[in-house]
């Protein structure tokens, strides 16, 4: 984050208690919890930042499934844009992935925003994050279990996928597309990066650094 973004000011010119983050910091300490760091904000106002050895401003960290909300800021603009149909089935932007007998029915019903929405018609990630395979690939190539848009189920794949749909289209790296669409003007890290997998696709399910 770019701090220089914010006012920094005291808890008290922000109302609130100094007293009370004193204690909260006690407290984490009293109970171990392991921390990195600490930043609390009211509004625009940066009021406490500490770091915890041997972590500091700038270290960087994976943010794991914060990633996900990440994709759809993508996701999202690009549906503003008119570049792509959110309820347009996800097989028509990946033809390349399309098996000799053709995509499962229950895949060419999926949306994009049901994998938005993880009513997806897998249960689960479609993937071996160990494996260096298609992990976009497996997303098409795997039998679904059940029709989409009728159960939630947890899944990663389909975040990544989302994120490969951005760079193909875009041709950029998906924090890179995001750039251009403001994401620095907020005060996003410049550092920032996504983890990718075997083929160079940004982990879009829980890579950002």
């Known amino acids: 984050m770019n701090k220089s973004f914010y006012e920094k000011t005291s808890p008290e ?15 984490l300490e009293k109970e171990e919890v392991d921390m990195h760091s600490i930043l609390i904000m009211r509004g625009n106002k940066l009021i406490c ?3 915890y050895n041997p972590f500091n401003s700038n270290t960087l960290h994976r943010m794991f ?9 993508a996701i999202g603009a690009l549906a503003e844009d008119g570049v792509i149909d959110l309820d347009a089935s996800i097989t028509k932007y990946f033809p390349e992935y399309e098996p000799e007998d053709g995509f499962y029915p229950y895949l060419i019903e999926t949306t994009i925003r049901d994998m938005l929405s993880m009513t997806t018609p897998h249960n ?5 994050k160990r494996s260096k395979n298609n992990w976009t690939e497996s997303y098409f190539t795997k039998k679904p ?3 989409p848009g009728t159960i939630f189920s947890y899944d990663t794949s ?15 790296s998906l924090l890179d597309y995001l750039r251009t669409k403001g994401l620095s003007k907020v005060g996003f890290s410049n ?13 879009g399910g ?4």
């Not at 100094?18 to 407290?27: A, H, L």
């Not at 499934?65 to 800021?73: L, N, P």
């Not at 689960?124 to 071996?128: L, R």
């Not at 389909?158 to 950029?172: D, I, N, R």
């Open 13 to 27: 010119n922000a109302n609130i208690n100094s007293k009370r983050i004193i204690n909260f910091i006690n407290r």
């Open 49 to 51: 930042e500490a770091y």
């Open 65 to 73: 499934s914060v990633t996900k909300s990440v994709v759809s800021m």
């Open 124 to 128: 689960g990630t479609t993937f071996d």
């Open 145 to 147: 279990t059940h029709r």
């Open 158 to 172: 389909a975040s990544h996928v989302m994120a490969a749909l951005v760079e193909k289209l875009t041709g950029l």
């Open 191 to 203: 550092e920032s990066y996504c983890i990718s997998d075997g083929c160079g696709v940004s982990q």
């Open 206 to 209: 829980s890579g950002m650094m």
